[in-house]
Structures are given as C-alpha cells and as structure tokens.
C-alpha cells in the first residue's frame, strides 16, 4: 500500500468531490419570462459553489503538503485518511444545504452550523493523520522546517475558524460567511506571497 | 491489456462510486424553522453514507493487494474484474434504499436483504478473480506468503458475513447493520495492527 | 498533444461514464410494506445498467487496443476521438430511456431503437479514428498483425449489430436486447480463449 | 505543489465535467406511446449537449498548450488555475439552463448570455494565467515561439467571440447559438490544419 496508491485515490476524491458541487445548484425553469430574475435569485447557489470550490481546493495543496512530508504509508495512516476523505466527498450536501437556506431566507444559522461542523470533522481528521504519522514515525526529517511549520499552524487556524463558526453561526449565518470569505482570501494572498517567496529561494540556490 | 491499466480503471470505478454516495443524501428544504430537526431525521443517510464510504475503501485495499499478487492480466480475468466493478460502481443504489428505509421506518429488512445481496455478489466475484488468477498461473510465487493467507481469510470472512446477513436481515435489520460495523471496526483495527507489525518488520530488514 | 494524455483524458470519460450508470436507477420509496415488489420490479433497469456497464468496458478494451497501434496522435484524431467520448459519455441517457420503456411496458421498441442509434454513432467515430490513423501514417508495423485484423474485424462487427438493431427494434424490443447479450457474451467467450492463446504464446516466447 | 499535479488535478475536472453533462439532458417518461415525438422534442438538449462537450475539449488543449509552455508552478498560478477550474466545472449548470430555454421556448436570450457571461469569466481566467506565467518568468523561452503566438491569438479570439455573445444573444438568441457553431467547426479545421503541419515539420526534422 504505497504513498502513491493512496495519494491517487485522496486525489480523486478531492477532485470528483469539487466538480459535484454544480449539481446542487438547482436549474430554473420559470415558464413565463422571468428566467432573468430566476437566474438572479439563486444567488446563493452560485456563493455557496465558489465557497466549497474553494474550500476543496485549497485542503488539496494542504494534503499535498501534508504528504510530501510523509516517507511511508502504513494502514492506520490509510484508515485516517479515508476518514478524512468521507468528509470531503459529503461537502456538496452542506453547500446544498446553505444554498438552499439563504434562497428561502429561513434557518440560515442551522445551514451555516451545519456546515461548520462538517468542516471541523474534516479538520479534527486532517489533525488526526499528521498527530499518527508524527507519532508513528513516518515524517520526514525536513517536516520540522519552516515551511512545515507555517503549514501546521495554517492548519490550527483552520479548525480554529471552523469550530469557532459554529456557535457563532447561531448568532449570525451571514456573519459567520463572510468570515470564511475573509479567511479565504487571507489564505490566498498569504499562500501566494509565501511562495513567491518560496519561489525566489528555489531560484537563488 | 497490461495490468497497471486495468488497476487505473478500477482505482477510477472506486474513486467515483465513492464520490457519488453523497448523492443519495435527500437535500431537506422544510417550508419554516424545522431545518435542524429535517438535518437530524436524515440520520440513517449520513450512517449509510458512512458504512458505505467504508466498504468501498476497505475494497479497495483488498483489490490492491490483490492485483499486488498478480504478475500479468489476461482476457478471463479482465472480465471477472469488470463485473466485480459492476457491483462496486452499483453500491450506490442500495446504499439509498436502505436510507430510505430506515427514514420511512419501514422495509428495513428488505433494504438491508438487498445490500447484502449486492454485497454478496461483489465477494463472489473477488473470489472468481483469486480462483481464475490461481488456476492461470498468474499469481507471483510470493502469492502463498503469510500475508496473502490472511488477506484471503479477510475475503472468506467478509463473504461470511455478507452471506449470513441476507437471512439475518429478515430476523432484524438493525442486528444486521449493527454486525456490519462491528466487522468494519474489526477490520481497521486488525488492519492497523497487522500492518503496523509489517512495517516494523520493514523496518528491521 | 501526446497520445498519452489523450488517451488519459479518455480513460477518465469511459470510467465516469460507466460509474454514472447507476443514477439512472430510480430509488423506490413505497410508503407500505411493498418494497420488495418494488425492488422487484426494476430489472428492467438492472438489466440496461449491466448491458451499458458490459458496453463501455467492452469498448475500453477495443480503445486501449486501438491506442496500442499508434505511434502518435496529431488534432485530426484528436477531435475524431472528442466525438467517440462524446457518444459513449452520452450513452447513461439512452439506458435510462430504456429501462423507463420496459418499466412503463410501452415505446419499446422506440428506446431500443434510440440505443441502437447512439451506439451506430459510437461505431462509425470508433472506425472514424481507424481510418484516419491509416490514412495519416499514424499506424504502428505491427497494426497489420493478426490481433490487429481481429480486432478490426470485431469493430465490424459491433457496427453490424448496431445498425441492424435499428430496424430490428421496431420488430420486437425484446429481440433486439436478447441479441445484444447474445454478442455481448460470444465477445467476452470470444475475447477470452484469443487472449489466452496469446498469453501462451507470450510465455513461450 | 508540482506542475504535474495541478496538471492532473485539472484534467480530472475537465473530464468529470465533460461527463456530468449528461446529466442535464432530462429523460422523458410519455405515459402513452409518445416516447419518440419526446426524444425528437429534446434536441436542444442533445444540441447543448454537444456545444459544451466540444467546448470543454477545446478547453482542455488550450489548457495543456499553456501547461506546456510551463516550466513551474507557483501559488499565485495555482490559485488562477483553480479559478478557471471553478468555471469549467460549473458549465454543465448554464448547458441545462440554454437546454431548458430552447425546449420552452422563451427566454432564449436571457439563458445564451448567461452561458456568455460564464464562458468569458473562463476566458479570463486563462488569460490571467498567462498574464501571471509571464509576469512572474515561468514561461519556457519556447513560448514565444510561432506556435505559441497563434495559441494565444486564439485564446483572444475566444474571449471576444464570448464577449461579443453577450449583447448578441439578446438580439437573438440563436444567431448567437450559430455563431458558437461556426466558430467551433472553425477551431476544428484550423486546428486540424495546423496540427498536420506541425507533424510534416516533426517528421522532416
């Protein structure tokens, strides 16, 4: 059961997982003219489809990085893992959800929880396989760098917004989304500068 | 017809059929405030997505120390391949009628009857894959080792079980799923301990 | 443009192609006691899942034997193969329309019909891309091999079948499907005794 | 974070994508014998079908000429990558919308441009990625080559046949629907053309 194997699979997931998500984007059919505003109101369809897009999209730089530490597999690393991609591949059922909630504007805050707390299940997991491969032995030595170390501490502030997102999406559901539009973009600026950075090192040595 | 392409196919049936299980989650659009109680009632749809989830990864594993004993692919066993992948890209479809039979309170053992006998039908044709590879001579030598014994024992057990579940669905459909998680949670932690013992094995040698 | 992307891209629509299959089957929710006869009364669909299955693996295998005998690939193939996998991602369309005729036991004859007509425009883009790889130069020496001129003569006749089948399905519907599994089964006796000629004579080479 | 891996990342999403639009194609279920006037009646759905499976093809080679001309991978280009992605996998949704408008008649304009207005924020995402890749020196001196400057010649060409789309279709709908036509035949021949020469140049160096 090579890294490799398992790398394959995890990136299936991540990527059938990711183009999923247009199918619950649900298509009008307005029998008079107003196919317009139909196409208007849904909206949150279309916000909630970029949010997890983007969400999929960056936990799979994370597990790449995530796996190019690792020298070796074994099976409870596999286990963890499989678990890490059952939430990843039910995050289309969330977005639906949320899309759904914000359309009927009604239970807004249950839909944002919801998907906060499948969000925290797949943090607790990503957590979970570098806490096994620290332990079992299967880190490489260079997993104690500073890139390794950004990466880790990136992690901790992603369960810490997702765990924090859920009470507070019980004070306010839009409040709590425009949190992770605001993480979301940190992390892409952050990311791009740091390997800008990254990138002038590789250059100069 | 090499085997690394056949092994490509199947790694994507695996991959997809997995993916795909989220679909059969019914996505609740309650008129008023009911959405937290509509989230919670689906329940037996988040367990079967997840007993599912991990048949379809534990199958995996086995299909790939399967083909690991392999040293060629012919025509016959290509076939057999292709109807083992019949059923796995199948498992969809009972995994949502049993959902929906426990939501509806009602036909739980004709559902949990149906899944197994999916189930049952996928072992079988595992088991033609072994036999048709074993009387071509397509096995490696190492195929007789110890670890290829228990991974065969694993695929006796697991027909076992899912033989023995069609007429215990009849009895009661609860027993039955509860005797499917308790051979899931056997088989991650033996998983996990055989392997953590051939890695250290590995690891001396 | 490398022919083993093409043939990647390929391999992906044929797996996602054959792993969509199954949402074509519809997930009965009977409200009494009545699921088994529901069950029951989907063969229909069971059957055109496993014949579409069978289909796309069968075609797998002539695509991968077709790629095997060329030494390039340039835009013409390129978009000649663009139309096959249009097809064959098109073909879940034509199997849920004929599950639904069985089921509603009426317009048969049209479903089949329907099939027949999807699946004469696979064969011609299949020998599409056969001719054009001639006429272009792309075709390796040893396409002119007897495993070549079998496999061409077996491309003949799947198009044969297909195209027979239109007129044949407005006869008898049934007919028309048990001839389909007549082929299907002689290809798969057929394809396995060849290759395991060839496999012998690989082993005394 | 490898070109490879972004480069398999997104040929997954271009490939499930060009699959998944089947399933915008509805199946009819006539209760009388009326199954073929409804399968004549869906041919904008079969017409829709087809432009975004060619379009998404079309795509795909873009893509790789542009990951060909590569010679690294940063986050900047990642994150515009997955930008363009999040558009690719969304198109099924405007597919089924343009499908939706033409079988009912109505609406026409308003669903071709919004089928313009997703295809030019797509073409803008790969614009960008270009931009970046020049911007930031990941282009291989190569991409200045002929070959290249009618890559990218064809990438404006798009964009302002989908920009000029958007008023069109409110003109009409179809002439905006023909033009799509004319221009992808165009695409196929060019290329076609193109290619061939292309592979005279290769063989007689």
């Not at 990711?18 to 199918?23: D, E, I, M, S």
């Not at 639906?96 to 009927?104: D, H, S, T, W």
């Not at 992690?155 to 810490?160: A, N, Y």
């Amino acid at each position: 059961m090579g890294k490799g194997r398992v790398e394959a699979f995890s990136d299936g997931v991540f990527t059938i997982a990711a183009t999923l998500l247009v199918l619950a984007v649900p298509i009008p059919h307005p029998a008079d003219g107003g196919l317009s505003n139909a196409l208007l109101s849904l909206w949150p369809s279309y916000l909630a489809y970029a949010i997890s897009f983007i969400v999929i999209g960056n936990l799979w730089v994370s597990h790449h990085e995530l796996f190019h530490m690792l020298h070796g597999m074994d099976r409870p690393l596999m286990y963890a893992n499989l678990i890490l991609l059952m939430f990843i591949a039910f995050i289309p059922f969330p977005t639906a959800v949320l899309a759904g909630a914000i359309v009927q504007d009604t239970n807004l805050h249950v839909a944002a929880a919801m998907y906060a707390i499948v969000m925290t299940g797949m943090s607790v997991s990503l957590g979970t396989i570098w806490a096994l491969a620290s332990r079992r032995g299967l880190l490489l030595p260079g997993a104690l760098s500073d890139q390794s170390v950004i990466n880790r501490m990136r992690q901790w502030f992603g369960l810490t917004v997702w765990v924090v997102s859920i009470p507070l999406s019980f004070v306010n559901g839009y409040v709590c989304m425009a949190l992770w539009i605001v993480v979301m973009v940190f992390y892409i600026v952050v990311g791009a500068g740091r390997v800008a950075v990254g990138e002038s090192h590789r250059a100069t040595s």
